[in-house]
């Protein structure tokens, strides 16, 4: 089944304490994101990625890294989460094919509280 | 740059009412792509419907139709005889072709029987 993974998710921490959520998929897709969702914002993009060793800045990228090392794998990584961190999390992945529709596939989120 | 606006923050109605979801988007770029996606209560995003910039063709889908204007930039989602398995958060989010997606507020349908 083509899908697109998240772990865990949901994951209740304390400030500074380093984590990474994992994200995978499993259709070969070359450009893989994160958003972060919060009332009355929205999706907001934190980093994507157009392929492996490639990665940018979304709108939201403070506080956050990303690496892509592997196609399938594009973990987000908080060195030092903060209370204003907290909020569900999506990764997605698309393939960039020029009659794809552009199309992104989400993983089911990941809810994170920071205390 | 991107814009999408989605102007209604929440609509209420009551089962079995057509309701139309407004979506404006703003972009330079002539060829792009446009979505909805619906956000149940349960928290996962399911995708709807894509439409390409080409492609002014409405689309009717059971009880769910489109309605994409480029002369006004808008891409109106409406549901017809709404049910209450309708309730969820609305998204409209635009792609302008490179594969970065922004997204609208979003709309939260309450649908009462």
């Known amino acids: 089944e083509a899908q697109v993974t998240q772990n865990p998710r949901y994951l209740i921490t304390v400030t500074g304490k380093k984590l990474t959520v994992t994200c995978s998929q499993n259709?070969?897709?070359?450009?893989m994101s994160w958003y972060r969702q919060d009332p009355g914002l929205g999706l907001r993009q934190i980093y994507y990625?157009?392929?492996?060793?490639?990665?940018d800045k979304g709108d939201v990228p403070e506080g956050y890294k990303v690496s892509r090392k592997e196609k399938r794998n594009f973990p987000l990584i908080l060195e030092s989460p903060s209370p204003n961190q907290t909020s569900l999390y999506f990764c997605?992945?698309?393939?960039?094919?020029?009659?794809?529709?552009?199309?992104?596939?989400f993983g089911p989120g990941t809810r994170l509280t920071v205390t | 740059a991107q814009k999408v606006t989605q102007a209604q923050t929440e609509i209420s109605v009551v089962e079995k009412e057509d309701v139309t979801l407004d979506c404006v988007y703003e972009?330079?770029?002539?060829?792009?792509?446009l979505f909805w996606y619906k956000q149940p209560p349960s928290g996962e995003l399911v995708f709807l419907i894509r439409?390409?910039?080409?492609?002014?063709q409405n689309e009717i889908s059971g009880r769910y139709s489109w309605n994409f204007q480029k002369s006004t930039s808008s891409f109106n989602f409406t549901i017809t005889a709404s049910q209450v398995v309708d309730s969820a958060v609305y998204f409209c989010?635009?792609?302008?072709?490179?594969?970065?997606?922004?997204f609208g507020k979003g709309t939260m349908l309450l649908v009462s029987p």
């Open positions: 972009t330079r770029d002539t060829t792009y792509y």
């Open positions: 259709m070969n897709h070359e450009y």
């Open positions: 990625s157009m392929n492996v060793e490639v990665t």
């Open positions: 439409r390409n910039s080409f492609d002014e």
């Open positions: 989010a635009l792609n302008p072709g490179y594969s970065t997606l922004t």
């Open positions: 997605a992945s698309s393939p960039l094919y020029r009659d794809s529709g552009r199309e992104q596939y």
